[in-house]
């Protein structure tokens, strides 16, 4: 058989420290006024290194080329030394050793997930040359994750088909690329009240559910995003969105709220309407008071009212013309008392 050699040359002091070292075909060892060589040889099939470690553990090791597999070392008379690869050994003696290749009888199908967590890929392995490799995947569904495609090793897409059939004539690594449809939101409460958890994960286009939590006291006012805009006043709040921030807002509640708003006083008239409303109350004490309207998501459309008002009777008209039929709030804040109404347009 054809048979190729590596060479490297080691001139080491005699407390075995390696001082120089030069690549060629044979090297040798000078510990203690004693000097060995090996060399390393390969047969047809492959390439194959020696070097010394330390002192006078030697290494040897094999590469098989393409469509070969290692199969032993062996001495100048054939005789199997090892099928270790890589091979350490003491130097001892002059030594001479050979890798050993047999040409491979199958080629290997390899598969590689691009996400740890993306799916089950199966159906690699070993196969005969002209035989039918079948390649599945299925996608890790309950963690958010969506097959994409089957690519090969430089990244081009091969099938987007779950099942990969094809004739193996060598071997090949085929990639199962996924995408993780996950999203996150962020979630915190402001003072007076809590939610469960900082981070909630939805999955594509299925909404997840936020609720927070009054403390003694409190009572909660609306979602607020980071910026402080108001995004709704449900709770709890369905929402979809990744990189969503959501912020529970809270108010002090009071023991009674006529103490502000004579709630009892307070009239929308005409409602349901279809253009101008007018909105009336009393007020029990003066102070600073908002009215504004709200969509159901909590989004203001615009302020009716924003000043500071004496106490006794209150009274704005105002128009919904331009708004589609639907339900609305009307919002009235006065010295930290928050009251919602409903108003109608048909």
Sequence with gaps: MKKTSSKVTFNLLKNGLIVAVLFATTFSANLLAQEFSLTVKANEGGTAIGFAVADTLTYAEAFPNAGYLFLYWTDNTDKVISEQNPYYFNLVSDTELFANFTKKDYFTVTTISTHYSGGIVEGAGDFKEGETAKLTVTPNVADCYKFLHWSDSEGNVISEKHLLEFVVVSDITVFANFEDLSYFVWVSADNGG??????????????????????????????????????????????????????????????????????????????????????????????????????????????????FTNAGPFSKTFSINTLPKGMYYLNIIHNGTVKVEKVIKQ
Aim: proline content about 4%; charged content about 15%.
């Design 194 to 307: 809590w939610v469960y958890t900082d981070t909630i994960r939805g999955c594509d286009e299925e909404p997840v559910i936020v609720e927070a939590f009054a403390s003694e006291g409190y009572k909660f006012l609306h979602w607020s995003n980071g910026v402080g805009d108001v995004i709704s006043t449900e709770n709890p709040y369905s929402v979809i969105g990744d990189g969503t921030v959501l912020v529970a807002n809270f108010v002090e509640e009071t023991s009674n709220i006529a103490t502000s708003i004579a709630s009892s006083t307070v009239s929308i008239s005409p409602n349901p309407t279809v253009s101008d409303v007018t909105v009336s109350f009393d007020l029990v004490s003066s102070g600073n008071l908002t009215v504004t309207l709200s969509n159901l998501l909590g989004q203001e459309l615009f302020e009716i009212h924003n000043d």
